[in-house]
């Protein structure tokens, strides 16, 4: 490849990556960052749930207010997203005692989830 023909290849690629920064984010990855943001929310929400007054409470608290100054979804669909976390207990340890970080991360993993905070967040 000739001199010319390189920096011209360089240039079209710096240009074509220029414009992409320039443009921001598609819809679809601040859509993708809100559910994440969400999704972590919910996990927030279930350890508060789960574990009242106790340090994990605490300081799922206090990651809970970080993300809703760090989202962009309505202050309304943030208590909708705290619902989603109202869950029985399931996981129970062999002598019958729950296992609410089981549970919680059970929510946190499970594959409807994302949808689920989609229609709350779309609401």
Known sequence: MTMA????????SLGVAATAVLAGPSQREVRNAEVAIARDYVLASC???RYPGSSVANDAEAWAAALIQRGHISADSYARLAHLADTPPVALSSDGAPISLMDCM????SAGLP????GVIRR
Do not use: E, F, P
């Open 106 to 109: 059970a929510l946190y993993n």
């Open 115 to 118: 949808a689920r905070i989609v």
């Open 5 to 12: 023909l390189r920096s011209l290849s360089i240039g079209l």
């Open 47 to 49: 350890l508060i749930k």
